[in-house]
């Protein structure tokens, strides 16, 4: 069926080295993560996983396409992770990402750093539908003192959606100082996806009961009016 050798976990591969691909916004590499780590070594194969799994969706189409070269269960595991109704692997991914953050474990961290990479790359297109959802659960994230801070610079990246989430950050004085000033400094490196939140920035640069945050957030205006220019 084209492939060197069978394993239960080839689906999982296949759509692992697309989203890692993403990440590093690499999609040239996709091709030899198939074959070195997916051990896809027909070329028919090789080049037909990688159309389908350019644009970031899996259509029922083209899960039928695959199917010859999924043996047994992996067609139903490569069905699971991408959908057969249009759905983007990357969207799952996504999700995942963001809800397994808001239990504020120590893993957090590093899954909060993975999906500002994802929003960094080509990812961030695939991704604009669910900004909203995102945005929600990164801003349930931003309630855990450990982890966030580590919620704040993925929010920056999701447009509009993000910056009203960083503008409730900003005006909640129960959450601490250094909270307040990162979403603050944010929405300042936002551009016009938060000229919006001036007025709120300009509370805060009067009202904050902290002298940082005030400071942050009037470099943040300063910032978003010279953009502005």
Not at 7 to 26: E, F, L, M
Not at 37 to 58: E, N, R, S, T
Request: include cysteine; hydrophobic fraction near 40%.
């Amino acid at each position: 069926m084209g492939f060197g050798c069978s394993s239960p976990k080839r689906a999982q591969v296949i759509v692992s080295s697309y989203i890692n691909a993403v990440q590093t916004n690499d999609m040239h590499a996709y091709k030899h993560m198939l074959s070195e780590d997916a051990g896809i070594d027909d070329p028919k194969a090789i080049a037909l996983f990688a159309d389908i799994m350019q644009d970031g969706v899996v259509t029922a189409q083209e899960l039928q396409k695959a199917s010859p070269y999924l043996l047994g269960g992996e067609l139903d595991t490569f069905k699971r992770l991408t959908g057969a109704d249009g759905r983007a692997p990357l969207l799952a991914h996504a999700r995942w990402l963001a809800q397994v953050s808001t239990h504020g474990f120590a893993e957090s961290r590093l899954m909060l750093e993975e999906l500002d990479q994802i929003l960094q790359a080509s990812g961030r297109i695939y991704l604009q539908p669910i900004y909203g959802e995102l945005a929600q659960s990164l801003l349930s994230v931003a309630q855990h003192e450990e982890v966030g801070v580590d919620a704040i610079k993925p929010l920056s990246r999701l447009g509009e959606k993000g910056m009203e989430a960083l503008v409730v950050v900003l005006k909640d004085y129960k959450r601490k100082w250094p909270l307040r000033a990162f979403a603050a400094g944010a929405l300042g490196s936002m551009g016009k996806d938060a000229y919006a939140a001036i007025p709120s920035l300009m509370q805060s640069a009067q009202q904050d009961p902290d002298s940082g945050v005030r400071s942050v957030a009037k470099r943040a205006i300063d910032q978003l009016t010279n953009q502005g220019r």
